[in-house]
């Protein structure tokens, strides 16, 4: 079983509708983090928290808000959405210790229509 | 805020050559990682290779190593003996570890594809 996964995969809305992305981690990590891809512009941080009480805002938080429901879950809220919120979204997560890698979820590819 | 470049939006090598691909970076920071992820056509983003700042020795896993130059802030990735599998977008990605932050910043990416 993969140890980032999201739900959905692929999810199709249309404006003005709220959505939910679902991140799950069994890796025990504390450290998670929303990431949104678009074309030609590599990937770019949302949110991140680093623990269940703690909450950060990343480079392009506005329209987008979350939840860290659990150590290993964190969900990712588009409350109205809009067509330039289409693009690839991943979840990531990590843990302190020496190199900081962070391990990636398999993605969720938003279209709003 | 750190930056991360990479000039290069495309590329392409024959199998079995060397192709390197160029990053450089922009901080003020000191201490910091480097990353390189691949992302192949199955849109999962897969660690490469990491370089900590501090180590002045060039990292390698493989087939894959780094040229990492820090005081001209540039991490560029050779692949040797490329294989048709090594087709896939490339993400130069920096971290700063100091104050902990720890938030990756990525480059746009290079698309390699490597030829038969």
């Known amino acids: 079983d993969a140890d980032v996964t999201q739900t959905p995969r692929n999810r199709i809305t249309k404006t003005g509708k709220r959505i939910m992305l679902e991140c799950s981690q069994t890796?025990?990590?504390?450290?998670m983090y929303w990431y949104r891809q678009d074309p030609g512009l590599g990937l770019r941080l949302i949110y991140y928290?680093?623990?269940?009480?703690?909450?950060n805002k990343g480079e392009i938080s506005d329209g987008y808000s979350v939840s860290r429901q659990a150590q290993a879950k964190f969900s990712l809220s588009l409350e109205s959405a809009i067509p330039n919120q289409t693009a690839l979204y991943f979840c990531?997560?990590?843990?302190?210790?020496?190199?900081?890698?962070?391990?990636f979820g398999p993605g969720t590819r938003l279209t709003v229509l | 805020a750190q930056t991360v470049t990479q000039s290069q939006p495309e590329m392409s090598v024959q199998e079995a050559e060397t192709v390197t691909l160029s990053c450089t970076y922009d901080?003020?920071?000191?201490?910091?990682?480097l990353f390189w992820y691949k992302q192949p056509p199955s849109r999962q983003m897969i660690l490469v290779i990491r370089?900590?700042?501090?180590?002045?020795q060039n990292a390698t896993e493989n087939r894959f190593s780094v040229n990492f130059q820090k005081a001209a802030k540039s991490f560029s990735l050779k692949i040797s003996d490329s294989q048709l599998g090594d087709t896939a977008m490339y993400f130069c990605?920096?971290?700063?570890?100091?104050?902990?932050?720890?938030?990756?910043?990525f480059g746009k990416g290079t698309k390699l594809t490597v030829n038969p």
């Open positions: 990531a997560t990590s843990d302190y210790n020496a190199y900081n890698e962070q391990f």
């Open positions: 890796k025990g990590h504390d450290r």
């Open positions: 928290s680093f623990d269940v009480k703690d909450i």
């Open positions: 901080t003020s920071e000191s201490n910091y990682y």
């Open positions: 370089q900590e700042a501090y180590k002045q």
């Open positions: 990605a920096f971290m700063n570890i100091q104050g902990g932050s720890e938030k990756l910043v």
